[in-house]
């Protein structure tokens, strides 16, 4: 078996981010952004992809971009709120 081509991108148009399995789109965050804070109010992985650790790799690509951004994080979806209580290098985002 060969090894999952697993990548995350931003989908400007849709507003999240996702992340692809060999270019399947296997989840997303959606996100929006005002006064110089994201929101991330939905985290979702389709269940044929879940177990594999993927809405977990795809928040920290997306905290990533928004410290890029230079943003600050609101984090209504539980999975993004629990990832930073998880993950303190992530902490000064909140």
Not at 17 to 45: K, N, Q, S
Not at 58 to 75: F, Q, Y
Request: hydrophobic residues 40%; charged residues 30%.
């Amino acid at each position: 078996m060969s090894e999952e081509n697993v990548q995350v991108r931003r989908n400007l148009a849709a507003g999240r981010f996702e992340i692809l399995v060999d270019d399947v789109v296997a989840g997303f965050a959606d996100y929006g952004d005002a006064d110089g804070v994201r929101t991330f109010p939905h985290t979702v992985v389709d269940p044929e992809f879940g177990g594999r650790g993927l809405a977990g790799r795809m928040i920290d690509e997306a905290l990533r971009a928004t410290r890029e951004d230079g943003l600050k994080v609101r984090p209504s979806c539980t999975f993004v709120e629990r990832y930073i209580q998880k993950n303190p290098e992530s902490a000064d985002l909140a």
